[in-house]
């Protein structure tokens, strides 16, 4: 059977609050992402008569009713869009917090206290709980592996909004939301592969906000076709695997079978990986039983090339920055016109929004045209993102152009209806960055009477900029591994890989299980 890979953020976190606004989240989910499944948070925050606030659950009437509604909503939808019904069940915090998605939308939620309880109450209907931000102390909101049911909870969201919960040690930290931290080793997915859970990886916002936010962690599902029972038996199987922020194509086999799957051993299991990233590859790791068994690097192998003629390459765009909220708490968004146009060919473009309002208006073969909406809080509606990983102070927009072109030819990006031409072999060596410094001296000096100075910093600081990151050739993206496994270790041993990008984004493949 033929597979294809279908991207979605399994984690948009809608309160009762906003519920009202869910045509919204429902367009902006529909345009970033394959599918989706809204998951009903059924908490808020309470307050003693001393005046302490704490986080409390919504009587069973309040959070039957949203949750119908919720459901109702997205039957009654019916435009080709696969989602799911779901909701955050937390217990008592003593079993970790899980996220449980229904495949049919007449299911009722369940609210017990402890994970067997949920399990148990939850049997008869068609459903799976997935742990998030396990790595939090077991106990405590971390997931406590010694109860995990893996029928029920066949996939873990190794990476969120919170951060990674690979391991306690791994670089990217689980310390966005200090009050539930620190991060320790019992909850994490490393501590569970070492001890023979069979487990697949996902990752998802843990937004709050809105869907699909680029930065706080997607999944790609491999599938037979686009329909909800694949989908769905997909995700059981553990066809998964978990990108932090820009998308994949991951092909990850042994032995001819797919990431998630379960395997006699051949003897000699041969391993078959094939990265197709949005940026630089820098190296794939290979885990045994949840330990690097081999590094497979790239970097280094592609940097010499000399390219001449045509040649394949891809750049990330990114808009934003601008005036210091401090002295200018009234701007918080700028509406910004942009093109890239290219004497050759646009092969793919990738959307990175973090809010909704941007869009690619138009896209020829020669020419991409965008409205790109860079944000900072918004008076009266809060955050319209949240803290991460790689973005934890700003709303900026990117995407990822990828374009065919002769390396002697220049792309133009126009910005603001002012042409910019850059040199295709000049963006293969450096990023280029244009910055809107004579709109920031205006704007100083309409506000403050802030005109000549001994340094730049007043103007600079309050520029809004375009960054055009440096170009990366297809060969530098486009990685393939073929090897033999080393031998068993277990009666059955799990193998994953670890692809890590340049950038310092990450994709963990769920593991496949080989059995002697």
């Known amino acids: 059977m033929e597979h294809k890979v279908y991207f ?6 809608i309160h009762s609050n906003q519920l009202d606004d869910l045509d919204r989240w429902y367009d902006f989910a529909r345009d970033m992402l394959d599918f989706w499944a809204p998951v009903y948070y059924p908490f808020f925050i309470n307050e003693n008569a001393a005046g302490f606030h704490f986080e409390d659950t919504w009587p ?26 779901a ?42 709980g997935i742990p998030h931000h396990t790595g939090y102390m077991p106990g405590h909101r971390g997931k406590n592996w010694a109860t995990n049911d893996e029928a029920f909870s066949p996939v873990m969201e190794i990476y969120s909004s919170h951060g990674c919960s690979e391991s306690s040690d791994c670089a990217i930290p689980l ?39 680029a930065g706080n962690g997607f999944f790609g599902v491999v599938a037979g076709r686009y329909d909800r029972d694949e989908i769905y038996s997909a995700i059981q199987n553990r066809h998964t695997y978990a990108v932090t922020r820009s998308r994949m194509l991951l092909d990850y086999q042994v032995n001819g079978a797919i990431l998630g799957s379960e395997i006699p051993s051949r003897g000699e299991n041969r391993l078959r990986a094939e990265v197709v990233a949005g940026q630089a590859v820098d190296r794939i790791e290979l885990y045994q039983n949840g330990v690097v068994a081999r590094v497979y690097t790239h970097a280094g192998t592609y940097e010499r090339t000399r ?51 941007s869009a690619i208006l138009t896209q020829s073969e020669g020419c991409l045209s965008m409205r790109v909406v860079s944000r900072k809080d918004l008076p009266g509606q809060g955050k319209l993102s949240q803290k991460n990983y790689f973005s934890p102070n700003i709303q900026n927009q990117s995407v990822i152009v990828e374009i065919t072109d002769d390396i ?13 031409e850059i040199p295709i072999a000049r963006l293969l060596e450096e990023s280029v960055l244009f910055a809107q410094e004579q709109e920031a001296r205006q704007l100083l000096e309409e506000r403050f009477g802030f005109g000549e100075y001994y340094r730049e910093d007043p103007f600079w600081h309050n520029a809004y900029k375009v960054l055009v990151h440096r170009a990366c050739p297809k060969e530098a993206y486009h990685m393939t ?9 277990r009666e059955e041993d799990s193998f994953f890989i670890k692809v890590l990008l340049k950038s310092g984004e990450a994709g963990w493949a769920s593991p496949i299980w080989i059995k002697a």
């Open 8 to 13: 979605s953020d399994y984690h948009s976190n």
């Open 481 to 489: 591994v073929e090897d033999v496994l080393p031998p068993l270790e």
């Open 175 to 213: 310390n966005v939301h200090i009050h539930m931290g620190p991060r320790t080793e019992q909850g994490t997915a490393l501590y569970a592969i070492r001890q023979g859970i069979k487990v697949g990886f996902i990752a998802s916002g843990d937004n709050h906000v809105c869907p699909a936010i």
């Open 408 to 420: 002697r030819h220049s792309i133009e990006v126009w910005i603001d209806g002012v042409r910019q």
């Open 87 to 128: 909701y955050e069940w937390q217990g008592s915090g003593a079993d970790g917090d899980h996220n449980v998605f229904f495949k049919h939308y007449d299911s009722r939620m369940k609210m017990p206290l402890t994970y067997r309880e949920l399990v148990e109450q939850l049997r008869p209907a068609e459903c799976i």
């Open 307 to 357: 390219h001449t003629g045509p040649v394949t390459f891809k750049f990330e765009l990114e808009a934003g920055w601008g005036p210091d909220r401090r002295n200018f708490p009234d701007i918080c968004q700028k509406t910004w016109d942009i093109q890239v146009k290219t004497r050759g060919r646009i092969e793919s473009v990738e959307k990175l929004w973090t809010s909704p309002g």
């Open 60 to 85: 069973p009437a309040r959070y039957d009713e949203d949750f119908s509604r919720l459901c109702r909503y997205l039957e009654e939808k019916k435009d080709g869009f696969v989602t799911f019904p």
